[in-house]
Protein backbone atom coordinates (compact mmCIF):
# COMPACT_ATOMS: atom_id res chain seq x y z
CA UNK A 1 0.00 0.00 0.00
CA UNK A 2 2.58 2.20 0.75
CA UNK A 3 4.50 1.91 -2.52
CA UNK A 4 1.37 2.05 -4.12
CA UNK A 5 0.37 6.00 -2.79
CA UNK A 6 4.59 7.05 -2.97
CA UNK A 7 3.53 6.04 -7.26
CA UNK A 8 0.36 7.75 -7.22
CA UNK A 9 1.47 11.09 -5.36
CA UNK A 10 4.72 11.24 -7.50
CA UNK A 11 2.87 10.37 -10.62
CA UNK A 12 0.11 12.90 -10.01
CA UNK A 13 2.84 16.08 -8.90
CA UNK A 14 4.69 14.99 -12.32
CA UNK A 15 1.23 15.02 -14.33
CA UNK A 16 -0.24 18.25 -12.79
CA UNK A 17 3.32 20.15 -13.13
CA UNK A 18 3.68 19.51 -16.69
CA UNK A 19 0.15 20.44 -16.94
CA UNK A 20 0.45 24.05 -15.09
CA UNK A 21 3.85 24.61 -17.08
CA UNK A 22 2.11 23.69 -20.43
CA UNK A 23 -0.60 26.32 -19.65
CA UNK A 24 1.74 29.03 -18.23
CA UNK A 25 3.95 28.31 -21.28
CA UNK A 26 0.82 28.95 -23.61
CA UNK A 27 -0.61 31.89 -22.12
CA UNK A 28 2.96 33.11 -22.55
CA UNK A 29 2.91 32.32 -25.88
CA UNK A 30 -0.52 33.68 -26.65
CA UNK A 31 0.38 37.10 -24.86
CA UNK A 32 3.13 37.80 -26.93
CA UNK A 33 1.65 36.36 -30.46
CA UNK A 34 -1.40 39.06 -29.57
CA UNK A 35 0.56 42.00 -28.61
CA UNK A 36 2.19 41.55 -32.18
CA UNK A 37 -0.72 40.67 -34.78
CA UNK A 38 -4.21 40.88 -32.46
CA UNK A 39 -6.53 44.56 -32.25
CA UNK A 40 -7.91 43.92 -28.67
CA UNK A 41 -5.53 43.85 -25.49
CA UNK A 42 -3.33 41.24 -25.48
CA UNK A 43 -4.55 40.04 -22.02
CA UNK A 44 -7.96 39.57 -23.31
CA UNK A 45 -6.55 37.15 -26.04
CA UNK A 46 -4.15 35.29 -23.52
CA UNK A 47 -7.43 34.45 -20.91
CA UNK A 48 -9.14 33.40 -24.21
CA UNK A 49 -6.64 30.93 -24.89
CA UNK A 50 -6.27 29.50 -21.54
CA UNK A 51 -9.81 29.87 -19.60
CA UNK A 52 -11.57 28.43 -23.39
CA UNK A 53 -12.19 24.76 -23.13
CA UNK A 54 -8.38 23.28 -25.17
CA UNK A 55 -8.35 23.92 -27.54
CA UNK A 56 -11.14 25.83 -28.65
CA UNK A 57 -9.83 28.92 -27.27
CA UNK A 58 -6.85 28.58 -29.32
CA UNK A 59 -8.75 28.14 -32.33
CA UNK A 60 -11.02 30.97 -32.02
CA UNK A 61 -7.77 32.95 -31.34
CA UNK A 62 -5.98 31.62 -34.63
CA UNK A 63 -9.19 32.59 -36.99
CA UNK A 64 -10.27 35.69 -35.49
CA UNK A 65 -7.76 36.76 -33.25
CA UNK A 66 -5.13 37.81 -35.84
CA UNK A 67 -6.25 40.70 -37.27
CA UNK A 68 -2.48 41.79 -38.21
CA UNK A 69 -1.41 38.94 -40.37
CA UNK A 70 1.45 41.41 -42.12
CA UNK A 71 3.10 41.67 -39.08
CA UNK A 72 5.75 38.78 -39.18
CA UNK A 73 5.65 36.05 -37.08
CA UNK A 74 6.82 35.56 -33.72
CA UNK A 75 8.74 32.30 -32.01
CA UNK A 76 8.90 32.95 -28.96
CA UNK A 77 7.42 30.60 -26.37
CA UNK A 78 6.44 28.04 -29.15
CA UNK A 79 8.85 25.29 -28.82
CA UNK A 80 8.37 24.90 -25.58
CA UNK A 81 4.74 25.30 -25.87
CA UNK A 82 4.81 22.03 -27.96
CA UNK A 83 7.64 20.27 -25.72
CA UNK A 84 5.25 21.04 -22.72
CA UNK A 85 1.96 19.94 -24.29
CA UNK A 86 3.64 16.76 -25.43
CA UNK A 87 5.34 15.74 -22.21
CA UNK A 88 1.66 15.47 -20.88
CA UNK A 89 0.73 12.12 -22.48
CA UNK A 90 3.52 10.28 -20.88
CA UNK A 91 2.31 12.35 -17.34
CA UNK A 92 -1.06 11.25 -17.77
CA UNK A 93 -0.48 7.50 -18.36
CA UNK A 94 2.18 7.29 -15.60
CA UNK A 95 -0.66 8.86 -13.28
CA UNK A 96 -2.54 6.34 -14.62
CA UNK A 97 -0.52 3.69 -13.44
CA UNK A 98 -0.33 5.39 -9.98
CA UNK A 99 -4.33 5.07 -9.82
CA UNK A 100 -5.05 1.50 -11.23
CA UNK A 101 -2.25 0.64 -8.56
CA UNK A 102 -3.74 2.64 -5.65
CA UNK A 103 -7.73 1.48 -6.63
CA UNK A 104 -6.96 -1.94 -7.13
CA UNK A 105 -4.30 -2.15 -3.52
CA UNK A 106 -7.53 -3.71 -1.71
CA UNK A 107 -8.46 -6.05 -4.08
CA UNK A 108 -4.99 -8.07 -4.50
CA UNK A 109 -1.82 -9.11 -2.23
CA UNK A 110 0.22 -6.67 -1.05
CA UNK A 111 3.76 -6.50 -1.85
CA UNK A 112 6.31 -4.62 0.40
CA UNK A 113 9.96 -3.90 -0.12
CA UNK A 114 12.17 -7.07 0.97
CA UNK A 115 14.90 -5.87 4.20
CA UNK A 116 17.89 -8.42 3.94
CA UNK A 117 19.62 -10.17 1.86
CA UNK A 118 18.61 -13.16 -0.26
CA UNK A 119 20.17 -15.52 -2.42
CA UNK A 120 17.71 -17.57 -4.99
CA UNK A 121 14.40 -15.77 -3.04
CA UNK A 122 11.24 -17.49 -5.24
CA UNK A 123 7.40 -16.35 -3.64
CA UNK A 124 4.54 -17.39 -5.79
CA UNK A 125 0.94 -16.84 -4.46
CA UNK A 126 -1.56 -19.66 -5.20
CA UNK A 127 -5.27 -20.01 -4.41
CA UNK A 128 -5.27 -19.59 -0.63
CA UNK A 129 -1.39 -20.11 -0.57
CA UNK A 130 1.52 -18.61 -0.17
CA UNK A 131 5.04 -20.64 -1.12
CA UNK A 132 8.49 -18.99 -0.07
CA UNK A 133 11.80 -20.87 -1.86
CA UNK A 134 15.64 -19.61 -0.69
CA UNK A 135 18.81 -21.19 -1.03
CA UNK A 136 19.88 -18.66 1.78
CA UNK A 137 18.09 -16.13 3.54
CA UNK A 138 18.58 -13.23 5.99
CA UNK A 139 15.68 -10.32 6.77
CA UNK A 140 11.86 -10.82 5.52
CA UNK A 141 9.31 -10.36 3.13
CA UNK A 142 5.80 -9.22 3.78
CA UNK A 143 2.48 -9.32 1.75
CA UNK A 144 -1.11 -8.45 2.66
CA UNK A 145 -3.91 -10.57 2.29
CA UNK A 146 -7.47 -10.32 2.99
CA UNK A 147 -8.55 -13.34 5.14
CA UNK A 148 -12.22 -14.25 5.67
CA UNK A 149 -13.29 -16.38 9.56
CA UNK A 150 -12.76 -19.36 7.64
CA UNK A 151 -8.81 -18.81 6.34
CA UNK A 152 -8.09 -17.61 9.70
CA UNK A 153 -9.67 -20.68 11.36
CA UNK A 154 -7.19 -23.19 8.66
CA UNK A 155 -4.04 -21.08 8.82
CA UNK A 156 -1.25 -23.59 8.76
CA UNK A 157 2.30 -23.63 7.20
CA UNK A 158 4.79 -26.04 6.71
CA UNK A 159 8.53 -26.00 6.63
CA UNK A 160 11.59 -27.34 5.16
CA UNK A 161 14.90 -26.13 5.94
CA UNK A 162 18.44 -26.86 6.28
CA UNK A 163 19.87 -24.47 8.87
CA UNK A 164 18.80 -21.44 10.28
CA UNK A 165 15.58 -20.19 11.38
CA UNK A 166 12.34 -19.02 10.34
CA UNK A 167 9.28 -17.14 11.69
CA UNK A 168 5.78 -16.05 10.85
CA UNK A 169 4.37 -13.17 12.24
CA UNK A 170 0.87 -12.02 11.51
CA UNK A 171 -0.16 -8.26 11.77
CA UNK A 172 -3.87 -7.05 12.03
CA UNK A 173 -4.41 -4.26 9.58
CA UNK A 174 -7.25 -1.77 10.64
CA UNK A 175 -7.65 1.56 8.85
CA UNK A 176 -3.75 1.58 7.91
CA UNK A 177 -2.33 0.53 11.49
CA UNK A 178 -1.53 -2.50 13.08
CA UNK A 179 -3.87 -3.25 15.83
CA UNK A 180 -2.01 -7.03 16.82
CA UNK A 181 0.71 -9.33 16.40
CA UNK A 182 0.85 -12.69 16.27
CA UNK A 183 3.97 -14.45 15.67
CA UNK A 184 5.28 -18.06 15.39
CA UNK A 185 8.51 -19.19 15.58
CA UNK A 186 7.59 -23.14 14.64
CA UNK A 187 5.85 -22.37 11.28
CA UNK A 188 5.03 -26.15 10.66
CA UNK A 189 1.44 -26.83 11.80
CA UNK A 190 -1.42 -25.02 12.55
CA UNK A 191 -0.79 -21.17 13.59
CA UNK A 192 -2.93 -20.08 16.53
CA UNK A 193 -4.93 -16.49 14.96
CA UNK A 194 -8.03 -16.49 18.02
CA UNK A 195 -6.55 -12.44 18.12
CA UNK A 196 -7.12 -11.73 14.30
CA UNK A 197 -9.77 -10.69 13.09
CA UNK A 198 -11.37 -11.16 9.73
CA UNK A 199 -9.72 -8.48 7.52
CA UNK A 200 -6.70 -7.28 5.98
CA UNK A 201 -3.64 -8.87 7.89
CA UNK A 202 0.04 -8.55 6.66
CA UNK A 203 2.16 -11.71 6.96
CA UNK A 204 5.74 -11.20 7.50
CA UNK A 205 8.06 -14.08 7.30
CA UNK A 206 11.48 -13.40 8.93
CA UNK A 207 14.64 -15.22 8.29
CA UNK A 208 17.91 -16.01 10.32
CA UNK A 209 20.77 -17.05 8.35
CA UNK A 210 18.17 -19.50 6.73
CA UNK A 211 19.79 -22.63 4.43
CA UNK A 212 17.95 -24.17 1.60
CA UNK A 213 14.08 -22.74 2.93
CA UNK A 214 11.25 -24.12 1.71
CA UNK A 215 8.10 -22.72 3.34
CA UNK A 216 4.46 -22.64 2.42
CA UNK A 217 1.57 -20.75 4.36
CA UNK A 218 -2.00 -22.32 3.61
CA UNK A 219 -5.12 -20.96 5.00
CA UNK A 220 -7.50 -23.57 2.50
CA UNK A 221 -9.92 -24.89 4.52
CA UNK A 222 -8.71 -29.30 4.47
CA UNK A 223 -11.41 -31.60 3.27
CA UNK A 224 -12.68 -34.02 5.75
CA UNK A 225 -13.61 -36.92 3.94
CA UNK A 226 -10.65 -37.35 1.97
Known amino acids: MIFDIVIFTVSSVILVTAIGTFII ?7 TDAKA ?4 HPVIWALVVVLGLFPIGLIIYLLIGRTNKKEPRTNKYKKTVIIAFLLIFPSFFFHN ?8 ADQREGFFLNTGQFYELQQSVGEQ ?20 QSDLENLTSSLEIFEGGVALGITQIKNNEAES ?12 TTSIEPGIV ?7 NAIDVNLVISWRAINSDK
Open 25 to 31: LLALWAY
Open 37 to 40: KASL
Open 97 to 104: VGVFRLST
Open 129 to 148: TWTISAERAYGFVERNFSLS
Open 181 to 192: FVISDEPTTRIE
Open 202 to 208: RKTVYFH
